[in-house]
């Protein structure tokens, strides 16, 4: 396990132009002050959608010279130059130690990753198959479980995105192995499972600011919760009729 964790904190270092929608984002406002500061190795960003978790997670990876596409520090394709302008204004303390490996990976456009992986011809590690030939969660968890070596920064936009309830286990295997292996993952993330992952810090993003919650308290976990309790009444409920009692 990582005593000094490659990323130590993520915050403005300059302000925003007033007219920026940057400026209103949840997520943007969490960097204000001391900003993020990370203490584990695990570190979940939840929220709303809209909230800013994208484009938060995005100017880390730009900072830490990720390709704003996805993908390892090797890939420099383009499809679209779409990412925000905040990695400029964003100011990221790293730990003494460097990593070496690493990855971001954006559910997003993680086909586009795919293919530059087929362009450059680099399938070993990938599994035998092109990425392409698997399906969505298949090829990610290929690249979790084949791909990601230890000893790296892994910086994930909704992992979750492709996988089943077991693929969402096997990934949170996968990073605990990689955490006992030194490595720091920040992971933006829906999934009430994955933030059930043991000592990660998991922070909150929303109009009232950031706040460190332990997973029984993120609003994901709690909506979940009561829908799989009591899905007839919950549904009932969001549609808006009675449940007749027998
Ligand atoms: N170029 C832009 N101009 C104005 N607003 C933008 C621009 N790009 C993104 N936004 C807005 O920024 C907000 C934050 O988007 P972002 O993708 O970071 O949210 P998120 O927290 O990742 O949401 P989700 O959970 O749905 O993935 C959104 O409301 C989006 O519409
Ligand atoms: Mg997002």
Known sequence: MLRDLYIRSMALMERLPADSYLSALPAVRALEGPGLVFHRPVTFLVGENGAGKSTLIEALAVSQRFNPEGGSR??????????????????????????????????????????????????????????????????????????????????????????????????????AELVERDSQFVISTHSPMLLTFPDAEIYQLTEEGVASVPFRETSHYRTTLRFLQHPDQAIADVLGYEIEDD
């Open 74 to 175: 090797h890939f420099s394709f383009s499809t679209a130059a779409t990412h925000s302008e905040l990695h400029s204004y964003v100011k990221v303390v790293r730990g003494a130690a460097y990593p070496r490996d690493g990855y971001f990976l954006r559910a997003e456009s993680f086909y586009n990753v795919a293919t530059a992986i087929d362009d450059l011809g680099v399938e070993a590690g990938y599994g035998d198959q092109s990425l392409h030939r698997q399906s969505h969660g298949e090829s990610f968890l290929t690249l979790v479980e084949k791909r990601f070596k230890g000893r790296g920064l892994y910086i994930l936009d909704e992992p979750e995105a492709a996988l089943s309830p077991t693929g969402i286990i096997r990934l949170i295997r996968r990073i």
